[in-house]
């Protein structure tokens, strides 16, 4: 059974800078691929990041040349960092890995005050 445990976010103000990270607690083996997904009220669940084992990087159209996703240790641990943050990057990022089938984080907020 993997865990994924995220860290990082809360209040940015907009323009400002914050960095989101996840690791993967019982996994035997590196994820195929990891990356996060966003919540925003009122709206589906939407990719915003990911990487594979090989590090290839696929983003949504509203994170490029803002956001950067890495992954480091055995392939395990993953972070995005966010930068130029505009109000409408506000919402609960998910962590996400692909092993036996795919797991999900707890979530944790990130608001960008105008």
């Known amino acids: 059974q993997v865990q994924l445990v995220e860290s990082g976010g809360g209040l940015v103000q907009a323009g400002g800078s914050t960095t989101v990270s996840c690791g993967a607690v019982?996994?035997?083996?590196?994820?195929?691929?990891m990356g996060w997904y966003r919540r925003v009220p009122g709206k589906r669940r939407e990719l915003v990041a990911s990487?594979?084992?090989?590090?290839?990087?696929n983003y949504a159209v509203s994170a490029e040349g803002r956001f950067f996703i890495s992954r480091r240790g055995l392939g395990n641990v993953i972070s995005l960092e966010m930068n130029s943050l505009k109000p409408e990057d506000t919402g609960v990022y998910y962590c996400?890995?692909?092993?036996?089938?795919?797991?999900w984080g707890q979530g944790t907020q990130v608001t960008v005050s105008p």
């Open positions: 019982g996994a035997a083996s590196s994820s195929d691929l």
């Open positions: 996400y890995g692909q092993w036996d089938r795919d797991y």
């Open positions: 990487i594979t084992k090989s590090g290839e990087t």
